[in-house]
């Protein structure tokens, strides 16, 4: 069965800080991958999707980017963090039928 | 363009019949979702319905589908304190991409 993680599951950081979150699924091969952000009390905004290794779509401008090195491993990096991208980030993935299937979810707070 | 829309909140009393509702607008939608989301933690996946059924029934949960008039329903039977979380309503039109709605805090009071 296919599972996805995310870690860390909770970040503290600086203003101006780097970031690096990490998603990872296993028991699927050539996933679609996503990464959300959901700000306290709203609902999901999307920020980038991969359809393959090296092949990101940006969906907001901002100060992050996304990577996809392997298959199955998604990062969503920032070099300079800023107090507005704190929030709850969501990792999902798709297979063939499109459903996405979500992640635990790495809560981040800039101070 | 494509657009979710559901009320914020909706607070029942344990043992009632909860529904929440949804409208989207685009009509070649071909799935339409619900996901659950308790505090602090992802969001689960409780049913989806092709859009070119009417209603899907799983236990406790049953889904409405109202295609002419774009709108969605979920109802949940006997409602328990443990089904209080944040419900989202998604779209898929075949696409690479889901739209969400913006979720609906549902309160269950005991």
């Known amino acids: 069965s296919q599972t996805i993680h995310q870690w860390p599951a909770t970040l503290v950081q600086p203003v101006g800080s780097p970031l690096s979150l990490e998603c990872t699924v296993e028991?699927?091969?050539?996933?679609?991958l996503y990464w959300y952000r959901q700000a306290a009390g709203r609902g999901l905004q999307l920020l980038f999707y991969s359809v393959g290794i090296g092949q990101i779509s940006s969906e907001v401008p901002q100060n992050l980017s996304a990577s996809r090195p392997q298959d199955r491993q998604f990062i969503l990096s920032s070099k300079k963090l800023l107090l507005s991208d704190s929030g709850f980030y969501l990792c999902?993935?798709?297979?063939?039928?499109?459903?996405?299937?979500f992640g635990p979810g790495t809560r981040l707070l800039v101070l | 363009g494509e657009d979710v829309e559901q009320s914020l909140f909706l607070s029942v009393r344990e043992g009632d019949s909860s529904v929440i509702n949804c409208t989207y607008t685009?009509?070649?939608?071909?799935?339409l979702y619900w996901y659950k989301q308790e505090p602090g933690a992802g969001l689960q996946l409780l049913t989806y319905i092709f859009s070119n059924m009417d209603m899907k029934q799983d236990q406790r949960l049953t889904v409405l589908l109202n295609k002419k008039d774009k709108h969605l329903s979920l109802r949940i039977a006997d409602t328990q304190t443990g089904d209080s979380a944040i419900y989202f309503c998604a779209e898929n039109t075949g696409g690479f991409k889901t739209i969400f709605g913006a979720g609906t805090r549902l309160f269950v009071k005991a």
């Open positions: 999902a993935w798709t297979g063939t039928g499109g459903t996405q299937y």
């Open positions: 685009d009509s070649s939608s071909t799935y």
């Open positions: 028991g699927t091969s050539n996933p679609n």
